[in-house]
């Protein structure tokens, strides 16, 4: 069974860093793409970064700068460190994983429980 564990959310003023990490458990081969989802309330859930297995990154506009995801794939984990950070970064946030291939199968959008980012100003 395939499990994505989120930890490293919590409490922090504005201005201040938070780092996210992600780890995908079970019997895994590889994983095509990784990345990090936000879902503020009464929001719908956005893109916040993605890392694909070769490298490619992408960031939405409005954490461009600031936030930087990252890749262990030797270890199926992945991170998000986040700096300066504003109240409007206040969400859950979501590790996703794309094309998680295990000896049975390919899976796709699988996600985990979610962990908090509070940022107060």
């Known amino acids: 069974q395939v499990q994505l564990v989120e930890s490293g959310g919590g409490l922090v003023q504005a201005g201040g860093s938070l780092r996210l990490s992600c780890v995908a458990s079970?019997?895994?081969?590889?994983?095509?793409?990784m990345g990090w989802y936000r879902q503020a309330p009464g929001e719908q859930r956005e893109l916040v970064a993605t890392?694909?297995?070769?490298?490619?990154?992408n960031y939405a506009d409005s954490v461009k700068g600031r936030f930087t995801i990252s890749r262990d794939s030797a270890k199926n984990t992945v991170y998000l460190q986040m700096n300066d950070l504003k109240p409007e970064d206040t969400a859950v946030y979501y590790c996703?994983?794309?094309?998680?291939?295990?000896?049975?199968?390919?899976?796709?959008?699988?996600w985990g429980q979610g962990t908090q980012v509070t940022v107060s100003s």
């Open positions: 996703n994983a794309e094309g998680l291939r295990t000896m049975a199968t390919m899976l796709r959008g699988v």
């Open positions: 079970g019997t895994i081969l590889s994983i095509n793409a």
């Open positions: 890392s694909t297995r070769g490298g490619i990154t």
